[in-house]
């Protein structure tokens, strides 16, 4: 609805409008609101005919990155355009830049002897902006890439949470908070001339909505062998634990996944998964977990309808394909992806991080 174009208006039409009680005046915060007035600034009953106190529909949309495919190796650039719905005067948006990855060869990123540390993949960062005005009709273009998950329209606003860079977690920029990505561990394993191991590091975890996501668990030389990742803060997701293999040719070394995090608000923050204490060819090292995934605003598994809901994760690494294990969505595979999701509310003014952006019944998905 919205107060009348004509005639006189009462403080019992701003009551209406905005569905409160008691005492109102023109200088009211929700009220200026309506036009846009600062506090304390001049205005007048003539200035209010037809202003309305927000949306008229509540909903949301997330954009997901490359979802036609089923791999998490490689994500194809996917570009999407919004369009502002009918009765929708501001929406707020969060984006999450995909974790790292490398298709390199096992000598360059994957294989980790002594000789030749290396480092697990960083996580991505989260960028989120409220309080976006905007008209019906009026379009934004998503685009989702190895670079950043980007909300833009010219002149309005440019938001990035930018992709991890190999080891280096993402940042984020355009916005009004975030968490840059946990960076992935760093090999430690140093120089050791009488025996040849195995030893990797984990993924970082993606950013919080006001932290960093978890470090990965960096890979260290014996007597100390195992390292746990780092848990998320705000809502971001944990770090991977490193693996490591004290048998000669063998080959198991490596690192596990970081959490992503849920584009749903800010939530609990991921744990750090834990670093691996069996040097055999069996390792026991866990993945880091998904940020922000506490069931107040958090989808069911009815409700996601089979949509991935976690994102920004750093990758695995390994010498051999030592991923972490299932295919759920709520499990951290397939959490490397990207995401933007955009919400407006109803008569309200959401804003990330945890003000009326949980997921929304018959949420749409790209």
Same mark, same amino acid.
């Given at each position: 609805m919205a107060l009348?174009?004509?005639?006189?208006?009462?403080?019992?039409?701003?009551?209406?409008?905005?569905d409160v009680t008691g005492q109102i005046s023109l200088n009211d915060a929700d009220v200026r609101d309506m036009i846009d007035k600062s506090s304390g600034a001049q205005n007048s009953m003539s200035e209010y005919y037809g202003a309305t106190a927000g949306n008229e529909v509540e909903g949301a949309h997330l954009f997901v990155q490359d979802p036609s495919t089923s791999s998490e190796s490689s994500f194809g650039n996917s570009s999407y355009t919004f369009t502002v719905p009918t009765g929708v005067l501001n929406i707020s948006v969060v984006?999450?830049?995909?974790?790292?990855?490398?298709?390199?060869?096992?000598?360059?990123?994957?294989?980790?002897?002594?000789?030749?540390?290396?480092?697990?993949f960083g996580g991505g960062g989260l960028a989120y902006k409220n309080d976006i005005d905007v008209v019906a009709g009026q379009t934004f273009t998503v685009t989702l890439n190895d670079s950043y998950a980007r909300f833009y329209r010219s002149g309005v606003c440019d938001v990035r949470g930018n992709a991890a860079n190999l080891r280096d977690g993402g940042t984020y920029s355009g916005g009004d908070g975030g968490g840059n990505g946990g960076n992935g561990g760093f090999n430690l394993a140093g120089s050791n001339n009488d025996v040849t191991f195995y030893v990797g590091s984990g993924g970082g975890g993606a950013g919080g909505y006001g932290g960093s996501g978890g470090a990965g668990g960096s890979g260290?030389?014996?007597?100390?062998?195992?390292?746990? @990742?780092?848990?998320?803060?705000?809502? =971001?997701g944990g770090g991977g &634990?490193?693996?490591? /293999?004290? #048998?000669? $040719? *063998?080959? +198991?070394?490596?690192?596990?996944?970081?959490? @992503?995090?849920?584009?749903?608000?800010? =939530?609990?923050n991921g744990? &750090?998964?834990?670093? /691996?204490? #069996?040097? $055999? *060819?069996? +390792?026991n090292a866990t993945k880091g977990l998904n940020g922000s995934t506490n069931t107040s605003n958090f989808p069911s598994?009815?409700?996601?309808?089979?949509?991935?809901?976690?994102?920004?994760?750093g990758y695995w690494v390994g010498y051999t394909d030592l991923g972490p294990s299932g295919s759920s969505d709520y499990d951290t595979r397939g959490t490397r992806r990207g995401c933007v999701r955009v919400v407006w509310g109803l008569k309200s003014r959401q804003a990330f991080p945890s003000t009326d952006v949980a997921f929304r019944d018959g949420e749409s998905t790209n």
């Open positions: 009348p174009t004509s005639g006189q208006l009462s403080l019992n039409d701003f009551r209406t409008e905005l984006c999450i830049g995909q974790g790292a990855f490398s298709s390199s060869g096992n000598n360059s990123f994957r294989k980790y002897y002594y000789q030749n540390p290396g480092g697990g260290q030389a014996p007597p100390n062998a195992t390292a746990n @990742g780092a848990t998320g803060s705000n809502g =971001g &634990g490193n693996i490591i /293999d004290l #048998n000669q $040719g *063998s080959g +198991f070394g490596g690192g596990m996944t970081g959490g @992503g995090t849920a584009p749903f608000g800010q =939530g609990s744990s &750090g998964g834990s670093g /691996d204490t #069996n040097t $055999g *060819s069996n +390792f598994t009815s409700e996601s309808n089979g949509t991935k809901v976690c994102f920004g994760g």
